[in-house]
């Protein structure tokens, strides 16, 4: 069981504990307390500019420059505070999963106002960047990770994730939900403390917008669901089956465009994680710290491998029966001291060229699972 308690920070953005601790699930103990800093308002200047060549929209967020940039240890603002010399982003003394509002977001719950067209001309429209952007902190230490965490503690971490998926899919505007952790200084992290975010986007992201399509074009063809025909093929087949339960498989996609890169998706037709059933979340939590504890073995010599994992839903409103909930984990490091860069065919041309052969990477996490199994 989790508890689940809403508090205010100084500038007023939204703090949300999930607590698995049964002195606070029991209501015996509050993690409340009162944020003392003196906070200027949250930056509200972000805007969104369509990119006519593309047809995608790009968010424009200037003031995310002077975000904090790997502080050390004693001045993390994702401990409790207490933790350093100065208050953090948590007024608590100490907490088991916390979310909040990003000071720095890239999409604002309160947008300025811009006007409709850059420099007047309707070839470049521009609107507010409403949307929401939030941290989660997976646990109060500061020197852990995900994969070092316990299934119960995993558990409360798809909780929040579900909770804040629920509520935010009920705002106005808001067309997709995106959880996701980056880990590691290779991938760009800007806080050491273990930690992940969430998105809300007010439009489908370009990703997000292609699956769709191609789900569209599967679906008039075949009458079939394209996610759930992807890991039927892929369950039949199994050359690239990782790991597999009673309600979970994770598989290296056939065309995988990184050096490591698994899904990990449920068995059953699943929107997003808050459509996720008691006994589907508590295998999930198993599957995906054995998913994350192979990938810190998948090289030797790497003891924490950088990686992205990010929780793909589908989107609020229009193609909502398209989606399918799934995870896409993968990782930049392609060897020891070797890091995979999208240069000109990626970068430029969207062109994807992958080293790694999928059925190799997949052979590779089978190799370092658990002993004992999972």
């Not at 062109?351 to 999972?374: H, Y």
Request: hydrophobic fraction near 40%; include cysteine; proline fraction near 8%.
């Amino acid at each position: 069981m989790v508890r689940r308690t809403e508090d205010r920070l100084a500038d007023g953005r939204e703090i949300v504990y999930f607590d698995d601790d049964e002195a606070f699930v029991s209501g015996a103990e509050d993690r409340r307390r009162p944020d003392l800093r003196r906070l200027d308002p949250v930056a509200g200047g972000s805007q969104l500019r369509y990119d006519v060549l593309t047809g995608e929209w790009v968010a424009i967020a200037s003031h995310r420059n002077e975000r904090t940039f790997l502080p050390p240890a004693d001045a993390c603002p994702l401990c409790p505070t207490g933790t350093g010399p100065v208050p953090s982003e948590i007024p608590a003394a100490d907490y088991d999963v916390v979310v909040f509002e990003n000071r720095f977001p890239s999409l604002t719950r309160v947008a300025e106002d811009v006007p409709a067209l850059v420099d007047g001309d309707p070839l470049w429209p521009a609107r507010r960047g409403t949307g929401r952007c939030e941290v989660v902190c997976f646990t109060a230490d500061h020197g852990a990770s995900f994969a070092s965490l316990t299934p119960r503690r995993a558990r409360t971490v798809i909780e929040a994730w579900a909770d804040r998926t629920d509520e935010l899919s009920r705002m106005p505007g808001i067309r997709q939900v995106f959880c996701f952790e980056n880990r590691g200084p290779e991938i760009g992290v800007t806080l050491h403390h273990p930690h992940g975010q969430v998105y809300a986007y007010p439009f489908v992201p370009p990703r997000s917008a292609a699956m769709l399509r191609q789900a569209a074009e599967h679906h008039a063809r075949t009458g079939g669901n394209l996610l759930r025909d992807v890991l039927i093929a892929e369950r039949t087949a199994g050359t690239r089956v990782v790991l597999s339960g009673e309600h979970w498989t994770a598989y290296v996609p056939a065309a995988a465009r990184w050096p490591v890169e698994v899904h990990l998706a449920p068995h059953r037709d699943v929107p997003d994680l808050p459509a996720l059933t008691g006994p589907e979340r508590d295998e999930l939590a198993r599957a995906y710290l054995e998913l994350l504890r192979r990938a810190d073995r998948y090289h030797e010599g790497v003891t924490a491998l950088p990686y992205i994992a990010g929780w793909h839903q589908a989107p609020v409103g229009a193609d909502r029966e398209l989606g399918r909930l799934h995870l896409q984990l993968f990782s930049i490091l392609r060897a020891p001291g070797r890091l995979k860069y999208l240069a000109g065919s990626e970068s430029a041309m969207g062109a994807w060229i992958n080293d790694a052969n999928p059925e190799r990477i997949a052979a590779r996490l089978r190799e370092v699972a658990s002993p004992g199994g999972w």
